[in-house]
């Protein structure tokens, strides 16, 4: 198995958490999200089951 997410873990709160967090990161400190923040810190392990 190659870490892949499990399309049942989706829902569509999770779906739109990366939208929402840039959102407001950029608008909290008028500054630009590094690529990759976001989705590599929060979102996939929240969705991969791999939180600390």
Same mark, same amino acid.
């Given at each position: 198995?190659?870490?892949? =997410?499990? &399309?049942?873990? =989706?829902? !569509?709160?999770?779906?739109?958490?990366?939208? !929402? *967090? *840039?959102?407001?990161?950029? %608008?909290?400190? *008028?500054?630009?999200?590094? !690529?990759?923040? =976001?989705?590599?810190? =929060?979102? %996939? &392990?929240?969705?991969r089951? !791999?939180?600390?």
């Open positions: 198995m190659r870490n892949e =997410i499990d &399309p049942a873990k =989706i829902t !569509d709160r999770i779906a739109r958490l990366p939208t !929402d *967090l *840039l959102r407001h990161k950029m %608008l909290m400190t *008028l500054h630009p999200v590094p !690529d990759g923040v =976001i989705v590599e810190t =929060i979102v %996939l &392990p929240l969705v089951g !791999d939180l600390p």
